[in-house]
């Protein structure tokens, strides 16, 4: 039996994610082992803590081995997949894995297992996200927000671990067509939308928006009378441009909290994302809605 933590790669950020752990002891699909525990990683879909390998001869075994160690088990199919759902089918039912926004009740604890061989399981119950390999499958609204940018600050807000309470006040940078716009305003939040371009006008005659139609970056913070409680930036724009903004904001104290996207440019240059990493108080995740981009969570 060996103890290590096991990092969940995107196919995508493979590379990106064994190059920002350094200490990296195997990989089989999309598990990265490592012998560290590292809490900071950008491109870690999900971590599985203190994961156990353990040899097994039988299917029944293999089943004794998980139930004994956790209620509910998601696979995660690396290896002889065939047996893996043989195992699997043997366990638990799990329990409904799609969620409504905002998230009132958190999943079970959900431990989650592969196979390396036919007769070697991996398996770990203490992960990072609530959600099975860190996938919120969130019951999508397909009526309301004027497109899918609305899914990633869902994401963003249940990782985040609070939600904004009404009649609090937000600034959404780079607003158009406003997603982002329309998920503070149902949560309650008095929104300013600020964008060149307009929103869509559905979402801009919503109680409680505002819109401002100038460039992000003209919006000095320093000429704000009192601090807003959510700064959102999901402004297309070099990271170095975002990196200025954020200081901006950060120095000037008129934002209790940020949710910023990160655009990537060219290859993923983990020297650029550490400087993020670097502001105190920050986190930097590669969501599942991410592209080519990670979001800033301060």
């Not at 493979?14 to 990683?41: H, M, P, W, Y």
């Not at 398996?123 to 099975?132: L, S």
């Not at 909290?257 to 650029?272: D, F, H, P, Y």
């Amino acid at each position: 039996m060996t103890d290590l933590t096991v990092y969940i790669a995107h196919p995508d950020y493979l590379g990106a994610l064994c190059q920002e752990l350094g200490d990296v002891s195997s990989v089989a699909g999309n598990l990265v082992f490592s012998t560290q525990e590292k809490r900071d990683i950008c491109f870690a879909s999900d971590i599985w803590f203190r994961a156990q390998i353990v040899k097994f001869e039988s299917i029944s075994e293999a089943v004794r081995i998980l139930r004994a160690a956790g209620k509910y088990w998601f696979l995660n199919p690396v290896e002889s997949i065939r047996r893996s759902h043989l195992i699997a089918e043997q366990l638990r039912k799990l329990p409904n894995l799609k969620q409504s926004f905002p998230i009132s009740t958190p999943l079970p604890q959900i431990g989650c297992f592969s196979l390396l061989d036919k007769n070697t399981l991996v398996y770990a119950q203490e992960r990072w996200k609530d959600p099975p390999l860190g996938d919120f499958q969130f019951i999508e609204d397909k009526e309301n927000p004027p497109n899918r940018a609305y899914l990633k600050l869902w994401e963003a807000l249940a990782l985040y671990g609070c939600y904004p309470a009404q009649g609090e006040t937000a600034i959404d940078l780079g607003a158009s067509p406003g997603g982002w716009t329309y998920v503070m305003q149902s949560l309650g939040v008095n929104v300013t939308a600020v964008d060149k371009a307009p929103l869509e006008p559905r979402i801009a005659q919503l109680p409680n928006v505002t819109f401002l139609k100038q460039s992000a970056f003209a919006l000095n913070p320093a000429n704000l009378k009192t601090a807003v409680d959510w700064l959102l930036c999901d402004v297309a724009c070099y990271p170095e441009r975002s990196y200025h903004l954020i200081m901006a904001w950060l120095n000037s104290g008129k934002a209790k909290r940020m949710i910023v996207t990160i655009k990537l440019q060219g290859a993923t240059n983990l020297e650029v994302i550490g400087r993020f990493k670097a502001i105190p108080g920050a986190r930097v995740i590669h969501l599942l809605q991410n592209k080519h981009e990670v979001t800033l969570l301060l």
